[in-house]
Nanobody
Framework: VQLEESGGGLVRAGESLRLSCAVS????????LGWFRQGPGKEQEFVAA????????KYEDSVKGRFTISRDNSRNTVLLQLNNLKPDDTAVYYC?????????????????????WGQGTQVTVSS
C-alpha cells in the first residue's frame, strides 16, 4: 500500500486548502482512511477518518464544521477540505490507511490503528 499526500501550502487565517492523498492499494474498498497532523512541538493528533466503502466519518472536535473528508473514486484519492483555517491548524498533515474488512462498526481514530502512512504535507497558516 502506498500513500502520497499533496496540496499543502502557506495560507492566511480564514483561507482554505484541499489536501489530497493518492492511495495505491488492492481492494481499496476494504480500507479505512484517516488524516492525522503534527504541529510544531506537539504530539500527533487525529483529524478525520472515513471508510472507503461507506459514508461514516469522524472528526476531531476542533475541526468539526471546518474540515471535510471525502473520496474521489475515479482517482483512488482521499481528500481533506480545510476551510476557515486558523494558525493552530499549522502542522504536517499525514494520510493513513488500514485494512479493515471486518470492522464495519469501528472506524479507527488512533494512530496505532493505522499501518500505512504517507510522507506528510506541510500546512502553514499565518495570522
Amino acid at each position: 500500500v502506498q500513500l502520497e499526500e499533496s496540496g499543502g501550502g502557506l495560507v492566511r487565517a480564514g483561507e482554505s486548502l484541499r489536501l489530497s492523498c493518492a492511495v495505491s492499494a488492492r481492494a481499496i474498498s476494504l480500507y479505512s482512511l484517516g488524516w492525522f497532523r503534527q504541529g510544531p512541538g506537539k504530539e500527533q493528533e487525529f483529524v478525520a477518518a472515513m471508510r472507503w466503502d461507506g459514508d461514516d466519518t469522524k472528526y476531531e472536535d476542533s475541526v468539526k464544521g471546518r474540515f471535510t473528508i471525502s473520496r474521489d473514486n475515479s482517482r483512488n484519492t482521499v481528500l481533506l477540505q480545510l476551510n476557515n483555517l486558523k494558525p493552530d491548524d499549522t502542522a504536517v498533515y499525514y494520510c493513513a490507511a488500514q485494512f479493515t474488512p471486518f470492522a464495519k462498526s469501528h472506524l479507527p481514530t488512533q494512530s496505532y490503528e493505522y499501518r500505512y502512512w504517507g510522507q506528510g504535507t506541510q500546512v502553514t497558516v499565518s495570522s
